[in-house]
């Protein structure tokens, strides 16, 4: 009898080898499926995801106005759109002519801005190109943002080029700052 248990052991051991020759299969087969050389998504900066090639606007963020020590946007108050766009093409200017969003009525870059070639013009937030080539412009001004904006949401922005066309990325809003209550609750019942 106990041969009998020793053998029944054995063979228990010997049925679970091949299911963990499976596992570590199905492991090595997932991590060598992600060492392709395709690119797959976008960037993670924030508000990055355009798909033209030759302009491209990352790290936008819209800065809004906060109820002091809480967690809310304040009511009737505007923003400020920051944002980066990169011209890389090697022979044309290219010309940021609109901004519009459903998120603001108004959304106001003057006249336009000349984005030159080969070059990154930062609106808001230096970067090594702005700041060596003197492209640093302000951030955009948006005003009567929608009630329905919140904190840490993303909301569409198009951006209009002369040459690129329309690039219409997802932006997001500043999150609280830190240290900040949940917003007191306006209205209701």
Do not use: H
């Given at each position: 009898?106990?041969?009998?248990?020793?053998?029944?052991?054995?063979?228990?051991?010997?049925?679970?080898?091949?299911?963990?020759?499976?596992?570590?299969?199905?492991?090595?087969?997932?991590?060598?499926?992600?060492?392709?050389?395709?690119?797959?998504?976008?960037?993670?900066?924030?508000?990055?995801g355009?798909?033209?090639?030759?302009?491209?606007?990352?790290?936008?963020?819209?800065?809004?106005?906060?109820?002091?020590?809480?967690?809310?946007?304040?009511?009737?108050?505007?923003?400020?759109m920051?944002?980066?766009?990169?011209?890389?093409?090697?022979?044309?200017?290219?010309?940021?002519?609109?901004?519009?969003?459903?998120?603001?009525?108004?959304?106001?870059?003057?006249?336009?801005?000349?984005?030159?070639?080969?070059?990154?013009?930062?609106?808001?937030?230096?970067?090594?190109?702005?700041?060596?080539?003197?492209?640093?412009?302000?951030?955009?001004?948006?005003?009567?943002?929608?009630?329905?904006l919140?904190?840490?949401?993303?909301?569409?922005?198009?951006?209009?080029?002369?040459?690129?066309?329309?690039?219409?990325?997802?932006?997001?809003?500043?999150?609280?700052?830190?240290?900040?209550?949940?917003?007191?609750?306006?209205?209701?019942?």
């Amino acid at each position: 009898m106990i041969n009998e248990i020793r053998t029944a052991t054995a063979g228990a051991g010997r049925r679970r080898t091949p299911g963990l020759a499976l596992v570590g299969a199905a492991l090595l087969a997932v991590t060598a499926t992600g060492c392709g050389d395709e690119v797959i998504g976008s960037s993670t900066n924030r508000g990055s995801g355009s798909e033209t090639e030759e302009t491209t606007v990352e790290n936008a963020f819209i800065v809004p106005t906060f109820m002091p020590g809480y967690c809310a946007i304040q009511v009737g108050s505007g923003a400020q759109m920051r944002f980066t766009v990169t011209n890389n093409s090697s022979d044309s200017v290219d010309r940021l002519t609109e901004i519009s969003t459903s998120a603001a009525n108004i959304v106001d870059i003057g006249s336009g801005v000349e984005i030159p070639r080969r070059s990154t013009v930062a609106f808001g937030q230096p970067s090594a190109e702005a700041v060596d080539t003197g492209t640093e412009r302000p951030a955009v001004q948006m005003s009567e943002l929608s009630p329905d904006l919140k904190p840490a949401m993303t909301t569409d922005v198009t951006f209009r080029f002369d040459r690129a066309g329309e690039i219409t990325v997802p932006v997001p809003v500043e999150a609280c700052p830190r240290g900040d209550e949940p917003g007191p609750e306006i209205g209701g019942g």
